[in-house]
């Protein structure tokens, strides 16, 4: 089955409650309306837990940015749990490996004590230490970013990887999940595809298959750096159609869900400069540095976050408001946006969503 990445709507996993489905609602009639000062919640936060992390991955954009590390305050994660019976769900992803974060499992632990479903986004080195709090509390779905089938590109690419450790604990957690008869945690692969790896997809899904996962997403390669511009994926459209396709047969055959990129003159955004934009009333997103962003994927900084301040206050200020009137005008956005890579909204048409040498794309620290 082939999906695409979701941008108005959120993973479907457990039922919402009552007063979480009136919020959902709320925000994506506010979304439609093209309010700019919202009445209903976020339905999503996302936390960055640290920018830093246990690998050093050769496409990362750490290598082409001044990274200080930074690691999310307790205090500030304990001033949101307020909104986590009315907000669908809590993302902990950002530029660095969420579950090195000291306090990890006390967020999960805390997230549980209410309705919100629970997502990370992990490179997968730290299953077993957290393998028991994934089904102590109750996670919903959680990704593993892997960048080959074998060990020799995956553990190349992913310097610090060890794809059989992290296949070993992927079955292991599988097989408890089945034992206990659980339809959660979903789990998938992500893959970052570029030329020297993008051959090994239709395996990728094997592997998945095999190991017992329900769905393989691909990203194509954003290059950051030089160094990397002969893995980009940009003028190689007949290759990628191939192995998409190979990759989709596979997936048909095993059961697993494909979730693609469009194709290169096939994204629906068409001449716009990405698709439209709703992170900035779906999402509330706070950075390891303790600054409110639109979204990762942006150099841009809103504000500081602040314990004391009222959270309506923060969710309608200026700034969120100036972003929901121009996000989506190709005149008016934010040069960020312009040249947006976030792989759910960007255009895939454009060579910008591809190559960001030179350019900036990443906060200060």
């Given at each position: 089955?082939?999906?695409?990445?979701?941008?108005?709507?959120?993973?479907?996993?457990?039922?919402?409650?009552e007063m979480?489905?009136?919020?959902?609602?709320?925000?994506?009639a506010e979304?439609?309306?093209?309010?700019?000062v919202l009445k209903s919640?976020?339905?999503?936060?996302?936390?960055?837990l640290t920018n830093?992390?246990?690998l050093?991955?050769v496409?990362?954009g750490r290598n082409?940015?001044?990274f200080?590390?930074t690691?999310?305050d307790m205090?500030?994660?304990?001033?949101?749990?307020p909104?986590?019976?009315r907000?669908?769900?809590?993302?902990l992803m950002?530029?660095?490996?969420?579950?090195?974060?000291?306090?990890?499992?006390?967020?999960?632990?805390i997230?549980?004590r209410?309705?919100?479903r629970?997502?990370f986004?992990?490179?997968g080195m730290?299953l077993?230490?957290?393998?028991?709090a994934?089904?102590d509390?109750?996670?919903?779905v959680?990704?593993v970013?892997l960048d080959?089938?074998?060990p020799?590109?995956n553990?190349?690419i992913?310097?610090g990887?060890?794809?059989k450790?992290?296949?070993?604990?992927?079955?292991?957690?599988?097989k408890?999940?089945?034992?206990?008869?659980?339809?959660y945690p979903?789990i998938?692969f992500?893959?970052?595809a570029?030329k020297s790896n993008?051959?090994e997809?239709?395996?990728?899904v094997?592997?998945?298959?095999?190991?017992?996962l329900?769905?393989?997403?691909?990203?194509?390669?954003?290059?950051?750096d030089n160094?990397?511009?002969?893995?980009?994926?940009?003028g190689?459209?007949?290759?990628?159609?191939?192995?998409?396709?190979?990759?989709?047969?596979?997936?048909?055959?095993?059961?697993?869900?494909?979730?693609?990129?469009?194709?290169?003159?096939e994204?629906?955004?068409?001449?716009?400069?990405?698709?439209?934009?709703f992170v900035?009333?779906?999402?509330?997103?706070?950075?390891s540095?303790?600054?409110?962003?639109p979204c990762?994927s942006t150099?841009?900084?809103?504000?500081?976050?602040?314990?004391n301040?009222?959270f309506f206050?923060?969710?309608?200020d200026?700034?969120?408001q100036e972003y929901?009137?121009?996000?989506?005008?190709?005149d008016?956005?934010?040069?960020a946006c312009?040249?947006?890579?976030?792989?759910?909204?960007c255009?895939w048409n454009?060579?910008?969503?591809?190559?960001?040498?030179?350019?900036?794309f990443?906060?200060?620290w």
């Open positions: 089955m082939i999906l695409r990445a979701k941008t108005k709507l959120l993973f479907e996993g457990r039922e919402l409650t979480q489905k009136a919020n959902s609602q709320a925000n994506l979304i439609e309306a093209g309010a700019t919640y976020p339905r999503r936060l996302v936390l960055e830093a992390c246990n050093n991955c496409m990362c082409a940015a001044d200080k590390p690691m999310f205090d500030v994660f304990c001033s949101l749990e909104l986590m019976d907000i669908e769900e809590v993302t950002g530029w660095g490996e969420p579950t090195i974060h000291p306090h990890f499992t006390e967020m999960l632990e997230i549980n209410h309705s919100a629970k997502y986004c992990s490179n730290n077993k230490k957290i393998k028991d994934i089904f509390y109750n996670v919903d959680f990704a970013s080959g089938a074998t020799e590109t553990d190349r992913r310097r990887s060890k794809i450790q992290i296949t070993e604990d992927l079955k292991d957690i599988v408890i999940k089945r034992e206990r008869g659980l339809k979903w998938n992500v893959f970052c570029m993008i051959r997809l239709p395996d990728m094997r592997l998945a298959a095999d190991i017992g329900e769905e393989v997403k691909v990203v194509y390669l954003t290059v950051f160094s990397l511009l002969e893995e980009t994926l940009w190689s459209e007949d290759m990628v159609r191939e192995v998409f396709e190979e990759a989709l047969e596979v997936a048909d055959q095993y059961g697993i869900q494909m979730k693609l990129p469009h194709y290169v003159g994204d629906p955004a068409g001449v716009n400069l990405h698709k439209d934009c900035t009333w779906r999402d509330f997103f706070v950075g540095d303790g600054y409110v962003r990762m150099p841009e900084k809103f504000f500081k976050y602040d314990i301040r009222d206050d923060m969710w309608n200026r700034k969120y929901r009137r121009i996000v989506n005008h190709n008016l956005m934010e040069a312009k040249r947006c890579y976030q792989s759910s909204h255009n454009n060579k910008s969503s591809f190559i960001q040498v030179g350019e900036e990443s906060p200060e």
